[in-house]
């Protein structure tokens, strides 16, 4: 429930709106703790892929905590493009920016145990895609009446269901311990559930700042429960806060740069299902903070604002970014749909990404703890995707138009050997599951006449005066 104290309820409803200092400040910062650890955990699940050594003595150290930085400034820069604006660009409404989870199936498998090698053709991927991005906002306006609740809450949905295996294997204890003894042990498993039951029990018994930053609270209680059983030392904290620097600028193409087929038709088809989330997201802004639809202008800007900030972030060694879910509901929640809030958030993302030694303490954090957090928020994503369900009509042929793409999606991602004759690109885009889902919930939302609702119609009303009869 919004604070009546922070002002009248049309001011709460205006984009324009700038609450007190005193009441702005911590808005923005609750804004940043719900989302930061989902913001940063896409680099890290990218480095441990590509094989990056987690140790402070590892020489992938100094790699990870960059990556780890450039998510959290980037957040912060394409969180201003969509508060602010610049020409067309940005929706000047309340939306946080983060590193997208829609984008990981297809980042895994291009840099997969190729080390830092393999981030050229990635960043390459990103700057192409972002721009690619950039330029669905000149036509997802006019698109949009192909994207309704159906499908955009289809593929949130399916973006949660892509990535929960991943917080099963970190709470196991992380794709290397494969086929070791410890992976899946008790110790692994009681971090990840102290994680698990902590953001529970805050999320539910808690108000105000407790309840919103839950997850992250669960995870610094799971660090601490780590640190007593000894999953991680004191000297590994202070060997990781010693090796990283106190200040650090972005630097542009510090991996090199490379034009890779497959990853630029990689990241410019998921551009288009990230452009599907956002829609969904903008729209779940306006409705839940000012009561009102968004419009078309409002769409265009935050695709742009998207596009922009990803291809931005992927020059200086970031990655894609779109707008957070969680957030959505957070805007709810407060009922503040004041975007200068939002901006004093994204100055605070700034700041940390400057700060290398932000990075260094966040990479301490056990995999096992990780896993408790990413367990709760993929399934949040998955949540998230159900409650814009919600707001479909759920006839017959909505069902169907559901259920073959939901089937599919989910098939070829449980089992990706289905497609293995297939071309690398092509493989890699249908294991996903996100492009072939949306691409079949959309195509058939538009060629199945609607008649189809009226027989559902007849047929229930039928079902029910047969029962009254019997």
């Known amino acids: 429930m919004a604070d009546a104290s922070i002002g009248t309820a049309a001011q709460l409803r205006d984009p324009d709106y700038t609450p007190p200092l005193v009441k702005a ?11 930061f650890v989902s913001n940063v ?4 699940i990218v480095a441990g892929a590509a094989g990056f050594g987690f140790g402070s003595n590892s020489p992938d150290f100094p790699e990870l905590l960059y990556l780890i930085q450039m998510s959290m400034l980037f957040a912060g820069v394409a969180t201003l493009f969509q508060t602010i604006g610049v020409g067309p660009m940005g929706a000047k409404l309340p939306i946080v920016q983060g590193t997208s989870f829609a984008f990981i199936p297809i980042m895994i498998p291009l840099v997969a145990g190729k080390g830092v090698d393999g981030l050229a053709a990635l960043f390459g991927g990103i700057l192409v895609g972002g721009i690619f991005h950039a330029l669905l906002g000149t036509v997802i306006g006019r698109i949009r009446f192909a994207l309704p609740p159906l499908v955009t809450g289809l593929v949130v949905t399916m973006i949660g269901l892509a990535l929960v295996k991943v917080g099963i294997q970190y709470a196991a204890g992380g794709v290397p311990a494969i086929g070791t003894p410890e992976y899946g042990s008790l110790l692994n498993w009681s971090a990840a559930l102290v994680v698990v039951f902590v953001t529970l029990g805050l999320k539910f018994f ?6 919103v930053s839950a997850v992250l609270i669960g995870i610094l209680v799971g660090y601490v429960y780590a640190l007593v059983m000894g999953m991680v030392t004191v000297e590994a904290i202070s060997g ?18 490379e034009f890779s087929a497959a990853a630029i038709i ?42 922009f900030g ?17 957030n959505v509901g957070l805007i709810a929640m407060t009922g503040v749909m004041s975007r200068h809030v939002v901006t004093i958030g994204a100055l605070f993302l700034i700041l940390c990404g400057l700060v290398p030694k932000v990075g260094a303490v966040i990479r301490t954090v056990p995999i096992e703890v990780l896993g408790g957090g990413v367990i709760v928020m993929f ?30 999606g989910l098939g070829l991602q449980l ?13 890699i885009l249908m294991t996903s599951g996100l492009l072939p889902a949306a691409l079949i919930a959309i195509v058939l939302n538009l060629v199945l006449p609607m008649e189809l609702v009226g027989e559902a119609t007849d047929e229930i009303s039928g079902g029910m005066a047969g029962q009254r009869n019997d």
């Open 41 to 44: 955990t896409p680099a890290i």
């Open 25 to 35: 400040v911590p808005l923005g910062i609750q804004h940043v703790l719900a989302m």
């Open 379 to 408: 399934g949040m994503v998955v949540a998230a995707g159900v409650s814009m369900l919600a707001d479909v009509t759920w006839n017959r042929r909505n069902m169907v138009i559901f259920a073959i793409a939901l089937s599919v």
């Open 415 to 427: 089992e990706p050997g289905a497609v293995q004759h297939l071309p690398d690109t092509a493989r």
């Open 266 to 307: 990689g990241f410019c088809l998921m551009a288009f299902i990230s452009a599907i989330e956002t829609v969904g997201d903008v729209s779940g802004i306006t409705k839940g903070g000012a009561g009102r639809e968004a419009t078309d202008k409002e769409i265009e800007g935050a695709t742009y604002a998207d596009g």
């Open 240 to 257: 990781s806060w010693s090796r990283a620097d106190a200040f650090a600028l972005p630097q542009p193409f510090k991996y090199g740069f």
């Open 206 to 211: 808690a108000r105000g700042m407790l309840s």
């Open 310 to 326: 990803s291809a931005v972030a992927g020059i200086f060694g970031g990655f894609p970014n779109t707008s957070f879910s969680q």
